[in-house]
């Protein structure tokens, strides 16, 4: 896109990126409470996203920022390193791998994970997020927290004390992002042109000053509410920030924890790029290995100063296309308009209830666990829904790379199985025998082909078809030889058709093999 052109296309870009900042702010908010860190953090990869990783990337539309598929690698990694800070130390250990992955153009190797494993992951991370942010929706949220003032509006459960205001706006927020999406409620201007999310967190932000006004007793207390700090000084903006452990890039549990944070996340960004080069307009093409060098920077940066990792994402992407964006400029101005909030709108952020935030993460959850792929998957057969069903057993049963690695074990064992699967024939008609030979013969058929040849009597007539054989393995070319140089003396008369190159080449080395060459 020339200089030109950026600039007839801007004012359509900043609209874009006004919206997708609607989108992106409660999603980072959501995020960052949902890993368990301040919600700065997850501001701050927002702003990463769009300030760093737009500028450098490989895709003209693609929005970055924190991913609501790396949750569970944050809470988990968090809790198995003991504290943020070491944390941060994986995510800037990632960002180098992401990078070394760009400059090996790596980006192709993507396209070799097999699609059930993909969705098994996807619909795991789903089923997590539900897990994770019931609670929160119920207000059970920091449940270590007093309560005292917002006494008047819980409920004692076995669970602990329940927000009742939390539980309604929870309701009423699933109710919204659910009905925002029917066909019905798409005939209204309103419904098309503000962002479900956005409208959750208006009602909640409604809901919480109708409370504090009406019934502080039954309004959401401080610890069920976003908690944003002020960063109206210098001071207040340095404490804000985190800074990685140095002293953690001994600890094996942090490269461990970067390998997984770097796979999943280079993972996510590729899946999100290439959904988003289907929904683009012009259908450009996207630059895998350069975006995941942006991301890579994004990530070393993010890891740095204290933001939770980065992804392509497809939510903000897809909404960054309908809002009709033209350039990478868009997810920019979403970028400065985070920025903006972070100094700007800390009051209204700070009356954000959390149950909203769960809910979009609820509800984002069963988007991407939702019943119909299961159907869909268990209907393309068994080769494509037990690596999905073994992925997802993984991951909630060990962690998320653990779980990848499990499904894509169990596709490369169903792919040897079907490709070793009766890869020889044979047919029979009176005393004359075919064998024939299909796809690749591995040495894993010597045990099939000593039982055909076994089978075969005296005297007979037999035909060995290698015509459809892609490649016949050494062992069974030594097997094949053995029965030959035994047919003379049992009466068997042995014809070969179509044999591989090697075999033919054998052939001429040696010639006195006793076979008899069919027509070729």
């Known amino acids: 896109m020339t200089l030109r052109e950026q600039f007839e296309s801007f004012p359509r870009d900043m609209f874009a990126g006004t919206v997708v900042f609607l989108v992106a702010l409660p999603l980072c908010l959501g995020i960052a409470n949902a890993s368990g860190v301040d919600p700065f953090a997850g501001l701050l990869s927002g702003i990463i996203g769009g300030l760093i990783v737009a500028l450098l990337s490989g895709s003209h539309l693609s929005v970055s920022g924190p991913a609501a598929g790396l949750v569970v690698i944050v809470v988990d990694g968090i809790a198995r390193l003991g504290s943020f800070?070491?944390?941060?130390?994986?995510?800037?250990?990632?960002?180098?791998?992401?990078?070394?992955?760009?400059?090996?153009?790596?980006?192709?190797?993507?396209?070799?994970?097999?699609?059930?494993?993909?969705?098994?992951?996807?619909?795991?991370?789903?089923?997590?997020?539900?897990?994770?942010?019931?609670?929160?929706?119920?207000?059970?949220?920091?449940?270590?927290?007093s309560v005292?003032?917002?006494?008047?509006?819980?409920?004692?459960?076995?669970?602990?004390?329940?927000?009742?205001?939390?539980?309604?706006?929870?309701?009423?927020?699933?109710?919204?992002?659910?009905?925002?999406?029917?066909?019905?409620?798409?005939?209204?201007?309103?419904?098309?042109?503000?962002?479900?999310?956005?409208?959750?967190?208006?009602?909640?932000?409604?809901?919480?000053?109708?409370?504090?006004?009406?019934?502080?007793?039954?309004?959401?207390?401080?610890?069920?509410?976003?908690?944003?700090?002020?960063?109206?000084?210098?001071?207040?903006?340095?404490?804000?920030?985190?800074?990685?452990?140095?002293?953690?890039?001994?600890?094996?549990?942090?490269?461990?924890?970067?390998?997984?944070?770097?796979?999943?996340?280079?993972?996510?960004?590729?899946?999100?790029?290439?959904?988003?080069?289907?929904?683009?307009?012009?259908?450009?093409?996207?630059?895998?290995?350069?975006?995941?060098?942006?991301?890579?920077?994004?990530?070393?940066?993010?890891?740095a100063i204290g933001a939770l990792p980065i992804t392509s994402v497809i939510v903000r992407s897809s909404a960054n296309v309908d809002a009709g964006a033209h350039s990478r400029w868009s997810?920019?101005?979403?970028?400065?308009?985070?920025?903006?909030?972070?100094?700007?709108?800390?009051?209204?952020?700070?009356?954000?209830?959390?149950?909203?935030?769960?809910?979009?993460?609820?509800?984002?959850?069963?988007?991407?666990?939702?019943?119909?792929?299961?159907?869909d998957t268990a209907k393309q057969g068994f080769a494509r829904f037990a690596p999905f069903i073994v992925t997802i057993a993984g991951v909630l049963l060990t962690d998320l790379l653990m779980g990848i690695l499990m499904g894509i074990a169990c596709s490369i064992a169903l792919a040897i199985y079907a490709h070793v699967q009766r890869p020889i024939t044979m047919a029979q008609h009176d005393n004359h025998f075919l064998l024939s030979f299909r796809k690749d013969v591995s040495f894993l058929a010597k045990v099939s082909l000593k039982e055909h040849l076994k089978s075969i009597p005296d005297r007979a007539t037999v035909i060995l078809d290698g015509s459809r054989a892609d490649c016949i393995d050494p062992d069974v070319r030594d097997l094949i030889d053995q029965f030959v140089a035994a047919a003379p003396a049992r009466g068997i008369h042995v014809e070969l058709r179509q044999l591989t190159p090697v075999a033919r080449e054998e052939r001429v080395r040696r010639p006195g093999f006793p076979m008899r060459v069919g027509r070729q």
């Open 331 to 375: 997810a920019f101005v979403h970028g400065v308009l985070l920025l903006v909030s972070v100094f700007a709108l800390t009051a209204v952020i700070n009356l954000i209830p959390l149950a909203c935030l769960a809910a979009i993460l609820i509800f984002t959850g069963l988007k991407l666990a939702k019943p119909s792929m299961f159907a």
């Open 148 to 303: 005292s003032n917002a006494a008047a509006g819980t409920i004692d459960t076995p669970f602990g004390a329940m927000s009742i205001a939390a539980c309604v706006i929870a309701i009423v927020s699933l109710g919204i992002l659910a009905s925002w999406e029917t066909r019905a409620a798409r005939r209204f201007a309103l419904v098309r042109y503000v962002p479900a999310p956005l409208a959750v967190v208006v009602f909640g932000i409604g809901a919480t000053l109708l409370l504090d006004v009406a019934a502080p007793g039954f309004a959401p207390p401080l610890e069920h509410r976003v908690s944003l700090p002020s960063l109206a000084s210098a001071a207040a903006l340095n404490a804000a920030f985190n800074w990685p452990e140095l002293t953690q890039l001994a600890n094996p549990d942090v490269w461990r924890l970067a390998i997984t944070l770097a796979i999943v996340a280079s993972l996510e960004t590729l899946l999100s790029l290439e959904a988003v080069e289907q929904i683009d307009p012009k259908k450009r093409a996207t630059q895998p290995d350069r975006e995941l060098k942006a991301q890579g920077i994004g990530n070393m940066l993010a890891g």
């Open 85 to 145: 800070p070491s944390f941060l130390m994986a995510v800037l250990l990632a960002g180098v791998m992401q990078f070394g992955f760009g400059v090996l153009k790596a980006g192709r190797f993507a396209s070799y994970v097999p699609s059930s494993v993909i969705k098994g992951m996807l619909a795991a991370i789903g089923v997590l997020l539900i897990i994770k942010q019931v609670p929160l929706a119920a207000g059970f949220a920091n449940s270590g927290a």
